[in-house]
């Protein structure tokens, strides 16, 4: 029985059905590796979404002047699609891979359950 540790994810691998779940949950657990802070692996991501989010707030702000609006709306506009495909992919990859570490947790209003 072949067993395989990688970023919380422990798996024992028995069949070739088990082996598609187990290439499924390291991916997870490295995209979820890759989207939490802090993370060796995020060290890229994080600088980027926070770019990001800065130039969404820029964007906000310059739209609201009339001149450069009218100047630059084709440019505002694929920019804003762009940023709503990154933070959309985004949060559908952080929801998919909330389940990668036995450490993951639901959270209520009556306290937390694992």
Do not use: H
Request: aromatic share 14%; glycine share 4%; charged share 20%.
């Amino acid at each position: 029985m072949k067993q395989i540790f990688r970023k919380n994810v422990y798996i024992q691998n028995s069949s070739p059905r088990i082996w598609q779940w187990t290439k499924i949950s390291i991916l997870k657990a490295r995209i979820s590796s890759i989207l939490e802070p802090g993370d060796e692996d995020s060290k890229y991501f994080d600088p980027f979404i926070m770019g990001l989010i800065f130039l969404n707030v820029a964007a906000v702000v310059l739209e609201t002047v009339d001149w450069i609006y009218l100047r630059y709306a084709s440019l505002f506009d694929v920019f804003n699609i762009f940023s709503v495909a990154v933070f959309t992919v985004e949060y559908t990859l952080r929801v998919w891979s909330c389940t990668a570490t036995r450490s993951s947790k639901i959270r209520s209003g009556a306290g937390s359950v694992s």
